[in-house]
């Protein structure tokens, strides 16, 4: 089993960074990852046994350019405005597709895969939801058409709205995990004479 690289982890900083702006564009960006990234994982096995090296890859990318392309034209048949403000990030889904083939993530079990799909989801709808909070007041204004979301306070602290403010977020993010996982582990500690 492959370990992802600092590659596929810098691509998928890149993604979580620019498209959790708002919890609607975390959520569609999770939809058209998480589509593209099943109907890759289904092409993809047969390819694997007829193809290797050069040619897996080129194949690799063409099926990943393709997929997240037809993506990318239902995201703005059904949800344009969405589209038209996330879409530049969909090209760096095919390219995850590609980074992760090349890691061996699609040979892994299903349940490996599940785990790490759940992981950066979960990590991608939390940074969303306190930028799109404390960024601007307010969380999941974008979801539904006749719904306001649930308002907290009047303004929120732009910066947090943009991407300095997403490295803000996810180092608070960061810290707050090692602080917590630094006293489990002190408080598991025993000292013995």
């Known amino acids: 089993m492959n370990r ?14 620019g498209t ?10 999770l939809l058209m990852l998480g589509a593209v990234g ?9 390819l694997r046994s007829r193809l290797s090296g050069n040619n897996l890859m080129l ?17 703005q048949r059904w949800a344009l405005q969405w589209q038209q403000s996330l879409g530049i990030y969909a090209g760096l889904i095919a390219l995850q597709c590609v980074v992760l083939e090349y890691n061996g993530f699609f040979r892994q079990a299903l349940v490996q895969r599940l785990q790490f799909f759940g992981l950066s989801s979960g990590l991608l709808l939390a ?3 306190l930028r799109e909070l404390f960024g601007q007041g307010y969380i ?14 009047n303004q929120g602290l732009h910066l947090l709205t943009l991407v300095p403010g997403a490295f803000i977020v996810l180092g608070l ?7 917590w996982t630094r006293s489990t582990a002190l408080s598991k500690e025993t000292h013995h004479p």
Request: glycine share 8%; with cysteine.
């Open 4 to 17: 992802p690289t600092n590659l596929t982890n810098a691509l998928m900083l890149a993604l979580l960074l």
């Open 20 to 29: 959790s702006a708002t919890l609607a564009g975390a959520l569609g960006i």
């Open 38 to 46: 099943v109907v890759y994982g289904a092409c993809s096995r047969p």
């Open 59 to 75: 194949a690799s990318l063409l099926l990943a350019a393709t997929l997240t392309s037809c993506a990318n034209i239902l995201a």
């Open 127 to 129: 940074l969303a939801a």
């Open 140 to 153: 999941g204004r974008g979801l539904a058409e006749h719904w306001q979301g649930l308002v907290l306070f």
């Open 173 to 179: 993010l960061l810290a707050a995990r090692q602080a």
